[in-house]
C-alpha cells in the first residue's frame, strides 16, 4: 500500500464518524455562548437555566458572554464552530431581524444553525406616561394621526423590539410619528416621563415594573393572550386584528448547522426537561418572560423559519431601515 493511501486509511479508522459522535455526546462540558451583556435578562436566564439544563444533558453548562455587533459576534463565533454539540448559541429573534436588515452580514441565521428547541418569549407593551390623557390605543392613534410629526416614541434601537412594534403601530393606523433611539431600553421610560417621547413598547421585563408602579400606563400588549401579570390589558391583535401585531421576542439554543441529527434531539429533549423547572419558570417569569417549549427540532425550525418571513413583513411595512 502506498504511504499516502496507508496514511488516509489510518485517519478514516482514527476518526470517530458522525454516529460515533453522537453516541458519546456528551462526554465533556457544553458551553452556551450568550450574545449579551452579564447580568441582563437573557444572560440571567441562561444562568437560572444552565444547572438544569446540565443536569437533563448529563454534563456542566459552561455559559459564556460574547458581546458585540448586536449578537453578531457571537452567531458568528457558533457558527464556525465544531459541529459537535459542544459549543451552542442562545440564539434569538434579533438574529433573524439582524440579518433581514443587514444583508451583507457574514452569517445566515437559517442556513449556518441547526435549531434544537424554544426556551423562552417576552412580547412588548405600548405604554404611555401615567398622567397621560390616552387611555387607550385607539384615543392615541387618533391624537398622534392629528399632530403629524409631533408624536415620538423611544426604543432602544434600531431594529429593537420596542422600534419594530411601534414601528408597526404607526404604519397600521397611519401615523406620522418620530422614531427616537435611546442608548438602550432602560432610558425608554425616563424619556416618557421627561416628556421627550410620548409612547413607547418596551419589552415586558421592562414595562411590567413600571406599570405596577405607576410611573406608566399600559394600553396594550402585543402577545397572543392577555399577560397574567397584567390580564386587564388587551392585546394588540384583538384591537387591530392584524396578525402582524402579535410580535414577541423569543430564544432558544441553536448548534452549528452540520451538528448530527441525534446530538440536535438530545439537547432538545435536555430543554424540555430543564424547562420543567420551576425555578427556571419563575426567574422567568421575573424578567418578564414565559417558558415556551418546541415539540420537536423539526418544529422548531418551521417555526424559525416561520419568524424570519413574518419578521421581514414586519420590517417592510413599518419601511425600516438600518440596524
Known amino acids: 500500500m502506498k504511504r499516502r493511501s496507508f496514511c488516509m486509511a489510518a485517519s478514516a479508522l482514527a476518526l470517530p464518524t458522525g454516529a460515533t459522535w453522537a453516541s458519546n455526546f456528551p462526554n465533556r462540558p457544553v458551553r452556551v455562548i450568550v450574545p449579551y451583556a452579564a447580568g441582563g435578562g437573557p444572560d440571567v436566564l441562561m444562568r437560572q437555566m444552565a444547572p438544569a439544563l446540565g443536569e437533563a444533558i448529563g454534563q456542566p453548562i459552561v455559559v459564556e458572554n460574547k458581546v458585540g455587533a448586536a449578537g453578531v459576534l457571537a452567531a458568528q463565533f457558533v457558527?464556525?464552530?465544531?459541529?459537535?454539540?459542544?459549543t451552542l448559541l442562545m440564539g434569538s429573534s434579533t438574529h433573524l431581524i439582524l440579518k433581514i436588515l443587514q444583508p451583507t452580514l457574514s452569517f445566515d441565521p437559517l442556513k449556518d444553525f441547526a435549531f434544537a428547541g424554544n426556551m423562552s418569549?417576552?412580547?412588548?407593551?405600548?405604554?404611555v406616561p401615567s398622567d397621560s390623557p390616552y387611555k387607550t390605543l385607539d384615543q392615541l392613534a387618533a391624537a398622534a394621526k392629528a399632530a403629524p410629526g409631533k408624536f415620538n416614541y423611544g426604543s432602544g434601537g434600531v431594529g429593537t423590539g420596542a422600534h419594530l412594534?411601534?414601528?408597526?403601530?404607526a404604519a397600521l393606523k397611519g401615523l406620522q410619528a418620530v422614531h427616537i433611539p435611546l442608548r438602550g431600553s432602560v432610558e425608554i421610560t425616563a424619556s416618557l416621563l421627561r416628556g421627550d417621547t410620548q409612547f413607547a413598547f418596551p419589552t415586558a421585563g421592562t414595562a411590567v415594573p413600571q406599570v405596577k408602579g405607576g410611573k406608566v400606563r399600559?394600553?396594550?400588549?402585543?402577545?397572543?393572550?392577555?399577560?397574567?401579570?397584567?390580564?386587564?390589558?388587551?392585546?394588540m391583535h384583538g384591537l387591530t386584528g392584524d396578525p402582524?401585531?402579535?410580535?414577541?421576542?423569543?430564544?432558544g439554543l441553536w448548534a452549528p448547522a452540520k451538528t448530527p441529527p441525534d446530538i440536535i434531539n438530545q439537547v432538545h429533549a435536555a430543554i424540555n426537561k430543564a424547562l420543567k423547572s420551576p425555578a427556571v419558570q419563575a426567574k422567568a417569569r421575573d424578567g418578564g418572560s414565559e417558558v415556551e417549549t418546541s415539540e420537536s427540532p423539526a418544529a422548531y425550525s418551521k417555526f424559525v423559519h416561520a419568524e424570519n418571513s413574518k419578521w421581514a413583513e414586519i420590517i417592510r411595512k413599518g419601511n425600516v431601515t438600518g440596524g
Open 79 to 86: 457558527a464556525s464552530a465544531p459541529a459537535d454539540g459542544y
Open 121 to 127: 418569549t417576552s412580547p412588548s407593551i405600548l405604554i
Open 165 to 169: 412594534a411601534a414601528a408597526t403601530f
Open 218 to 235: 399600559a394600553l396594550a400588549v402585543t402577545s397572543t393572550k392577555r399577560l397574567p401579570e397584567l390580564p386587564d390589558i388587551p392585546t
Open 244 to 251: 402582524l401585531t402579535i410580535q414577541e421576542s423569543w430564544s
